[in-house]
C-alpha cells in the first residue's frame, strides 16, 4: 500500500511542506467557548473511552495549539473538568478544558518556518479544532533558535524538550527564585549562572552568600571573597550607613549622628591636608569647600576620635556629654573587635578605591567573572550595612560608567535585609536594593532574588522583578504574594506550587517565552551549591567530636567572638 504524504499547508511544519510523510496531528476537542483570553473545548472523545498508551495525557499546565485560519494559537490547559459525570460506570462523559491562551504560531516570512509570538492576532472561534502541541510545537514556543537563552532543564510536559529563559530579558529585568527551604532553590540559581558563565567569559555577576552556599559552585571562575580577605573601608560609607553602623539607637540617635558628622568632615579634611604636602591627584582635585560627609574620600577614625575628645574638652559642665562618650566608645569597640577588622581594622589609610572596586565587580575579569563574598561569619549587627555599601557602589558604579558595564547582583535570603513592613529597620539597605529595582536597568545593573518568604520581602523590590521562578511553596500567603505578581495568564499553574517535586518550579514572566513547569538539570555533586542540613541519621551511628575538637572550636569563638566557628 502505497503512503500519502499529508498536503502542504502554510503553516504545517517543514517537513510537511517538503511532502515527507509524518503523522498526522491529534485532534481532541473543539471550541465551545471563548472569552477574552480564556477559552473552553469540549472532548471529542468520551471520558472514560478506551485509549491508546500512546496518547498524551491531558493534564494542567499541558500546551495545547487551536487551528484556526491565519495561524495555531496555543495555551495552557487550566482545567479540566466533567460538567455532568455519570453516576453509571460504564455511561460515557462530556469531559471540558479550560485553556489560558498566550501565544500563536505564525509562518516568519523571512526564514519561512513556523516562528511564535506572543499574543493572540486571530482569537478562534466556535468548533475550531484543538490539538495536542507536538514535540516540534514545544520547541518553537519554549526554545526559539532566534533568541539569545540558556538551557537550564527540560519541559515537564516532554523531557526530551530543554527548558531554556531568554537571558536578556531575564538578566536585564530582574528576576527572583522563590521556594520552601530545601526545594532546590539555590540548585536552580547555580544552575542558571553556570549556563551563563559557560559563553559569557567577560560577565560581572556578585553573589551575596549569606550561608556560605556557593564557595565551589563555580570552580576556578569564582573569585572567593570572605570577611579574612575583604577590604572594604570605612570611608567608602555613606553617612547613612555610617550611623546604621556607629550609633544607638535610643534618645541620643541624633545627637550622636551630629557629631559624627561633624567628626567625619574634620577627619577628611585632614586627611586631604596631609595629603596635599605630598601633592597627591586626591588632595588637587578635592578642597576643602567641596568635601562632605558622603565624599568617597579616605580618612581616619582616629581623627574621628581626637575630633570628639577635643570636643568634650570645650563642653561646660551643664552641658550632657553623653552622645559623645558613647560615640566614641562605640568607634573604639568596634576597632578592637577582629570581627570588624575588613572595615574598621586597617592601621593605615590608602586611596584604594579603584583596587575595591575592581575586585568585587570583577574588572578586568581575568578569567573568574563572578564574586562570592561569603557574608557567613559577618557580625549581624552590620550585616545589612555591608550589603547596603555593596549594592549602593554597585549602582554608583553603573551610573557613573553610563550603562557600559552590565552587572548582576544576587541577593540569597533577600527577605532577610530588604523585609516588608518595617520602614525604618534596614532602611539603608532598603533603599539601596529598592533604587537598584527601579532605576538600575537603566544603567545595566540588574537584580537577582532569591528567598524562602516572598511575603516578607518589600513589595517595591519585588514588584520589579518581571521573571519568577517559583518552587515548592507551602504557606498561602506566599503562593497569594506570588499571585499578585503573576503574569502571561500562569495563575492556575501556581496552583502547583504546594505539589511541586525538587528541582521542579513553575517559570513566568518576561524571561521565557511562555510560562511552563519545568524541572532544573542535575549538576552533579562537584558543582551543586554546599548543603549544611545536618544528617542525623548518619551522623549519630558513630563519634562525631571529641574533647579536644571542642576546645578547637571555643578557642575559635572566643577570638572571633562569634558563636560559630
Not at 529585568?173 to 567577560?202: M, P
Not at 535610643?250 to 596635599?276: M, Q, T
Not at 532598603?430 to 524562602?452: D, H, M, N, P
Not at 513547569?517 to 554546599?530: A, V
Request: proline letters at 6%; charged letters at 20%.
Amino acid at each position: 500500500m502505497t503512503q500519502t504524504a499529508i498536503p502542504s499547508s502554510p503553516l504545517a511544519p517543514l517537513s510537511e511542506r517538503r511532502g515527507t510523510p509524518v503523522a498526522a496531528p491529534q485532534r481532541i476537542a473543539h471550541i465551545v467557548s471563548v472569552s477574552g483570553s480564556q477559552a473552553i473545548a469540549v472532548l471529542d472523545r468520551p471520558v472514560g473511552d478506551e485509549k491508546s498508551s500512546r496518547d498524551p495525557r491531558i493534564q494542567i499546565g499541558a500546551l495545547m495549539k487551536i487551528t484556526t485560519p491565519t495561524s495555531s494559537v496555543v495555551g495552557l490547559i487550566s482545567a479540566v473538568s466533567s460538567p455532568t459525570p455519570s453516576m453509571d460506570a460504564g455511561s460515557p462523559e462530556i469531559g471540558l478544558i479550560e485553556l489560558n491562551l498566550a501565544g500563536e504560531l505564525v509562518l516568519d516570512q523571512t526564514t519561512k518556518r513556523l516562528a511564535f509570538r506572543r499574543g493572540v492576532a486571530c482569537l478562534p472561534s466556535l468548533g475550531d479544532p484543538v490539538l495536542f502541541a507536538d514535540r516540534h510545537d514545544l520547541t518553537r514556543v519554549y526554545a526559539q533558535p532566534s533568541v539569545a537563552s540558556i538551557k537550564v532543564g527540560s519541559l515537564y510536559q516532554d523531557a526530551a524538550v530543554p527548558a531554556r529563559l531568554l537571558i536578556d530579558d531575564l538578566l536585564a529585568k530582574h528576576f527572583i527564585v522563590v521556594g520552601t527551604t530545601g526545594c532546590g532553590k539555590s540548585t536552580a540559581l547555580t544552575c542558571i549562572l553556570q549556563r551563563v558563565l559557560e559563553d559569557h567569559h567577560y560577565a560581572h555577576i556578585v553573589v551575596l552568600d549569606v550561608h556560605n552556599e556557593y564557595p565551589g559552585a563555580f570552580g576556578e571562575k569564582a573569585e572567593l571573597i570572605e570577611p579574612s580577605n575583604l577590604h572594604l573601608p570605612i570611608w567608602l560609607l555613606n553617612f547613612q550607613e555610617l550611623t546604621e553602623a556607629l550609633t544607638s539607637s535610643d534618645v541620643h540617635r541624633d545627637a550622636e549622628a551630629e557629631i559624627l558628622g561633624d567628626g567625619v568632615v574634620n577627619a577628611k579634611r585632614r586627611f586631604l591636608d596631609a595629603s596635599s604636602v605630598r601633592s597627591t591627584s586626591l588632595a588637587r582635585r578635592t578642597s576643602d569647600g567641596s568635601v562632605t560627609v558622603d565624599t568617597p574620600t579616605p580618612y581616619r577614625l582616629s581623627d574621628v576620635v581626637a575630633y570628639i575628645d577635643d570636643q568634650l574638652g570645650k563642653l561646660d559642665r551643664a552641658q550632657s556629654t553623653v552622645p559623645y562618650r558613647r560615640l566614641k566608645s562605640r568607634i573604639e569597640t568596634l576597632v578592637s573587635d577582629q570581627r570588624y577588622s575588613f572595615m574598621f581594622g586597617s592601621l593605615t589609610v590608602q586611596d584604594t578605591m579603584t583596587e575595591t572596586l575592581g575586585r568585587l565587580f570583577r574588572v578586568p575579569s581575568d578569567g573568574k567573572p563572578i564574586t562570592v563574598i561569603n557574608l557567613s561569619t559577618v557580625p549581624a549587627e552590620i550585616l545589612d550595612v555591608v550589603i547596603s555599601v555593596i549594592a549602593r557602589l554597585a549602582f554608583d558604579l553603573a551610573v557613573w560608567s553610563k550603562g557600559g558595564l552590565p552587572m548582576l547582583l544576587v541577593c540569597e535570603e533577600a527577605h532577610r535585609y530588604a523585609p516588608a513592613g518595617s520602614p525604618d529597620k534596614f532602611a539603608p539597605t532598603r533603599q539601596a536594593l529598592s533604587r537598584i529595582a527601579k532605576e538600575g536597568r537603566k544603567y545595566g545593573l540588574s537584580l537577582a532574588l532569591v528567598t524562602q518568604r516572598p511575603s516578607e520581602l518589600d513589595p517595591t523590590v519585588l514588584s520589579q522583578c518581571s521573571t519568577a521562578i517559583a518552587m515548592r511553596l507551602s504557606t498561602e500567603k506566599d503562593q497569594a504574594v506570588m499571585r499578585a505578581n503573576t503574569h502571561d495568564g500562569a495563575l492556575d499553574l501556581l496552583d502547583f506550587l504546594p505539589l511541586l517535586g525538587d528541582r521542579e518550579a513553575i517559570a513566568f514572566g518576561q524571561g521565557v517565552a511562555m510560562p511552563m513547569r519545568i524541572r532544573f538539570d542535575d549538576l552533579g555533586q562537584q558543582s551543586k551549591p554546599n548543603n549544611h542540613s545536618a544528617g542525623f541519621s548518619e551522623h549519630w551511628k558513630s563519634p562525631n567530636m571529641d574533647r579536644e575538637q571542642l576546645e578547637a572550636i571555643i578557642s575559635r569563638w572566643r577570638l572571633s567572638g562569634r558563636e560559630r566557628g
